[in-house]
């Protein structure tokens, strides 16, 4: 038996000599030597005490040693579980205390303050975003290229947290196949080869940098141009250079504000690749004027990895998703039912396939009632398919709003509002209100253009049935996002859920 996930790895090595990871500063790391300190680490952590099954936690910033200790997690028979950075010591203690890992690794100068939320944890390690850190050390004591612990397909590659916006976080757990099969479908989807340049610029604590970005170039024999973040004049710089660009929408709507983004710039790039959130069709139509590119959006989550895709040769139409990826089945539904329903129909989405997670967590009733018993899991994620099979999402099943018993779907909502002159962005929630239950609001970003509260609502008047219609806009400077780009409704709602009672 091989190490299933870190065989795709090695299977893909073009030539030990390639370099796979270049920094900015000029650091090239080769795939001989990406063989060789991965199986450094691996030997570390048995060397630690870490046994196949483990969990090994990772808080760090980002750096090639991160990519480099996750697949010598991987080769040791681990469980990578990467957590966000931005994490607080009181919410690192719920992981750590949740996961129980063997080993927990962080930032040398967080160490002190992280010290009482590590406390249960039996070994404790640092890497700074140089590579430097007792990690590197332990490493640096042990033997290069070594043999891999075996796992099989349905064994644990890593553990990773859900957002926790919504109550309490889970840990979705990903096997060796989930991840390995996801990375060989991208790289035959997208059409990535040992040819391929990424522009990688996404962090590394979430599955679109860590697992859609690093396995799909790992598994191509690719290369990386590693940014330790978005640096749009930096991602400029670098495009000449590079074959393929994957991003959030932020990168770009940050990229054109940049005087020098242009087809020529671009020119060396096949395919730009956006996900996380959604892209607004107004960047999708600039970035292409800009660039002569079309984006291609896809749609995925931490528990399915990449489900959907707009197809490489083809229509990109924008506000989709594309079609499902092969090996993967995708259906919308009632919610209230779980009957299929014909296109064109709003429902809930659900997937199946390899992709999709084992389940959460040491939480069986939640991963029970999370899946239908044919296998296909409940995303959560409000959707429609189009006549010509095209994946619409239209937002989180939260986020649907009941107002005066009607339905009201926020994108439908918030479609009519970005087309309105002077709108940059919005973001349509439902809030508390004695009357109707709960009122339709819209939260507007405008520029120095923007229309007023009597203005959009105006312009929405005959556009759609009155019980969609906001009862208030709210015209503000920004909306509140998490580290992917994605708009935080949950924090909208808290921010104005007086609104109505006052």
Sequence with gaps: MTNHLFSLVRDGVPDPAKTVI?????RHIRYGDLLARSGAYAAALAAAGVVPGDRVAVQVEKSPEVIVLYLGVVRAGAVFLPLNTAYTPAEIAYFLGDAEPALFVCDPARREALAEAAAGVPRIWTL???????AAEAADGQGGDGPDVPRAADDLAAILYTSGTTGRSKGAMLTHDNLASNARVLVEHWRFTADDVLIHALPVFHTHGLFVATNTVLASGGAMLFLPRLDPKKILELMPRATAMMGVPTFYTRLLKEPGLDAEVAGKIRLFVSGSAPLLAETHREWRARTGHAILERYGMTETNMSTSNPYDGDRVAGTVGFPLPGV???VVDPETGAALESEKIGMIEV???????GYWRMPEKTAAEFRPDGFFITGDLGKVDRAGYVHIVGRGKDLIISGGFNVYPKEVETEIDGL????ESAVIG???PDFGEAVTAVVVGGADAPDEAAVLAALEGRLARFKCPKRVLVVDELPRNTM???QKNVLRDRYADLYRE
Excluded: I, Y
């Design 431 to 433: 809030l508390a209100h």
């Design 329 to 331: 089945s995708l259906r």
């Design 485 to 487: 780009g994605k708009v």
């Design 22 to 26: 270049e920094t900015p500063e000029g």
């Design 128 to 134: 700074d975003a140089s590579g430097r850190g007792s």
């Design 421 to 424: 002159p002077g709108v940059v």
């Design 352 to 358: 199946r396939g390899p992709n999709v997670f084992k």
